[in-house]
Each structure stands twice: as C-alpha cells, then as structure tokens.
C-alpha cells in the first residue's frame, strides 16, 4: 500500500514556474515508477511526465517537453515535477500516481495508487 501526498500547486503567472512535490509513505518507494497526471473538468486525466524505475526513464507529453522536468529522491519518497514557462493551458489539477513496475507508462489505469491532487492554476 503506497499513500501519496501533492503539495506545491497554487497561482502563478503565465511564464512562471512552480515545483510540485509528491511524497510516499511506505518504505518500497523505490520500487515503482511514477507518474504525473493532470485534469480540468473539460478534459479526461491526461498523462504529464512520468519516472520509471530502471535507469530512471523519463517520458514527457509533447505539451509540456522542455518545460516541465520530473525527478525523484528515493530517500526522501519524494518525486518532484519542475514546471517552467508555464502557459495558461497548464491549468489544471496535477495528480501524482504510482505504478508497480520497473517501466512507466502514460496511460492512468496502469496506475495503481493515486494521490488527491493539487490545484495549478496559470492566469494571462
């Protein structure tokens, strides 16, 4: 059993930054892969970033590559998800979820435990 705790969200300006953090509770955190999700009432959860466990793969969605970075600290139970140049269109609430796997993958139902989201909101 994994629980997962987001922090960070709030308001920023369009082409600010924000830092959301994720952390675990449990001591097999290094075990899984990890992924952000993010979802308006408009949309379906989409796939953000995500962090396997082998190599630390990273996988980005093409809306936010080369301005969002996610990494992890395993000591901390930690996965961070650093959000650059952020556009209004980034509007949402960011969910953190884990995946028992050694690879992660954008799609949300092959994650198995998900955290309550926090809120991101960009204004123009």
């Known amino acids: 059993q994994v629980h997962l705790v987001e922090s960070g969200g709030g308001l920023v300006q369009a082409g600010g930054s924000l830092r959301l953090s994720c952390t675990a509770s449990?001591?097999?955190?290094?075990?899984?892969?990890m992924g952000w999700f993010r979802q308006t009432p408009e949309k379906e959860r989409e796939f953000v970033a995500s962090i396997s466990v082998f190599r630390g793969t990273r996988d980005y969605a093409d809306s936010v590559k080369g301005r969002f970075t996610i990494s992890r600290d395993n000591a901390r139970n930690t996965v961070y998800l650093q959000m650059d140049n952020l556009k209004p269109e980034d509007t949402a609430v960011y969910y953190c979820?884990?995946?028992?796997?050694?690879?992660?993958?954008?799609?949300?139902?092959?994650?198995?435990?998900w955290g309550q989201g926090t809120q991101v909101t960009v204004s123009s």
């Open positions: 979820a884990a995946q028992n796997s050694g690879s992660a993958d954008s799609r949300p139902n092959e994650y198995s435990y």
């Open positions: 449990g001591r097999t955190f290094s075990r899984y892969s």
